[in-house]
């Protein structure tokens, strides 16, 4: 049943969030169905309160999450609300995690930066707003890379992520990746947009002024697409959609309707050239602090997080987003107009043959050799690139086998 928190006004949150803490607010309202009131919450943010603190943890973990709260945290669902229950629940209680959210102790650009720092011992954003201080991850944006969010999940679950993923990272940025939401970027018109026809290839939006993130990879196919790419901070993304600075942003669906930006877009331009994956790491020191066995829960409840991004935002995306064809009446989209501008498989390849690395490797050869080299000399396009399609090219998100992809 979706969610309905309009009965709670942002003061009565605070109010239950400063009596027993963010953590146990945000994990009682997870549990929560339909329509909330405040008496629920508080109820529930009680209960879950007293559970979290009957006895001393072993381990308190800062986990900074950049700017998720309540509201977006039922739009995306990326996981975090389930991992955080479920390892303490898993622990019983010797793991207690702090979780400071909506921009407080780090937001997208700077939170594996804390991380890194010791400031907090684990994070969520996106991979591409954290390359910036992890630049190994832009390993995940080569364009075109990934042809479906299916085959995105089947390769983070997959044995091989490690050696050619999770193990470089770790060694050179000193970060544990964990779990990650997927979808794949497309781009995000503007107002300017609204009364034109629905875009239906990627040449009729050439020359246009498009937001990017901290990846160099992403920066590299929207020039090779001539989409102009103009580097912003996410958190003024809105502003300059609003004001008409930037045509229009790359970024995925659900990104879109958890940030407000809903209400200034009017097409989504379903390209799916490169990753959208806000995803979550730890500091690799602070789990090596941890006792074996609580490692081991930290794996545990990291899978079961990837799983629960894996089932629950594919259906966010439909029921709470409206990122569909047809689209639902009631989601976030169709509230506000905006259109889906799913293209034609023929359209999409159009627009690979114009930037990825397989048709124009000349671009591509300065990171892709700095990128094999931070690897220990894997090819890691083609390595991905291999994997991403061992599943049929059509197969359902949903569809993807879950694995404990540390037991390789």
């Not at 996981?79 to 997208?108: A, H, K, M, P, W």
Request: aromatic fraction near 10%; proline fraction near 4%.
């Amino acid at each position: 049943m979706k969610q309905d928190l309009s009965g709670i006004s942002r003061r009565d949150f605070l109010r239950v969030t400063k009596r027993f803490g963010m953590s146990s607010t945000l994990l009682a309202l997870g549990g929560l169905t339909g329509v909330v009131t405040l008496p629920q919450l508080a109820k529930a943010a009680e209960s879950t309160y007293e559970k979290r603190w009957n006895k001393e943890a072993r381990h308190t973990l800062r986990y900074g999450a950049a700017g998720f709260n309540l509201r977006n945290l039922m739009i995306e669902r990326n996981g975090i609300l389930e991992f955080v229950r479920d390892l303490e629940e898993r622990t019983d209680g010797e793991i207690r995690i702090e979780f400071i959210g909506d921009n407080q102790i780090c937001g997208q650009l700077d939170c594996v930066s804390k991380t890194q720092e010791g400031i907090v011992d684990l994070y969520s954003a996106s991979t591409q707003n954290s390359a910036g201080g992890a630049p190994y991850l832009n390993v995940l944006d080569y364009a075109y890379m990934f042809p479906s969010r299916a085959a995105q999940y089947h390769f983070f679950y997959n044995p091989e992520s490690n050696a050619i993923f999770r193990e470089p990272l770790e060694r050179m940025h000193g970060i544990k990746f964990l779990f990650t939401h997927c979808e794949l970027r497309g781009i995000m018109l503007g107002n300017t947009w609204r009364d034109r026809p629905t875009v239906t290839s990627v040449t009729e939006i050439a020359g246009t002024r498009n937001r990017v993130t901290g990846t160099q990879l992403g920066r590299i196919a929207m020039e090779l697409m001539n989409l102009n790419p103009t580097p912003i901070a996410w958190e003024e993304t809105l502003d300059g959609l609003r004001q008409g600075l930037i045509d229009g942003a790359e970024t995925w669906a659900s990104a879109v309707a958890y940030a407000n930006m809903s209400p200034v877009v009017s097409q989504c331009i379903d390209l799916r050239f490169f990753c959208g994956t806000e995803h979550t790491a730890m500091s690799a020191s602070s789990f090596d602090k941890l006792e074996g066995d609580l490692q081991d829960a930290v794996m545990e409840s990291s899978y079961l997080g990837q799983i629960a991004a894996q089932y629950a935002n594919e259906a966010a995306l439909v029921n709470t987003v409206g990122f569909s064809d047809p689209q639902k009446e009631g989601t976030i989209f169709a509230e506000h107009g905006v259109r889906n501008a799913f293209l034609t498989a023929e359209a999409r390849r159009e627009a690979e043959e114009m930037c990825s690395p397989e048709f124009v490797p000349g671009p591509w050869e300065q990171w892709r050799e700095r990128i094999n080299g931070w690897a220990g000399g894997i090819d890691t396009y083609t390595e991905i690139h291999r994997i991403a399609r061992e599943i049929p090219e059509d197969m359902l998100a949903e569809n993807v086998e879950p694995r404990r992809w540390w037991r390789g």
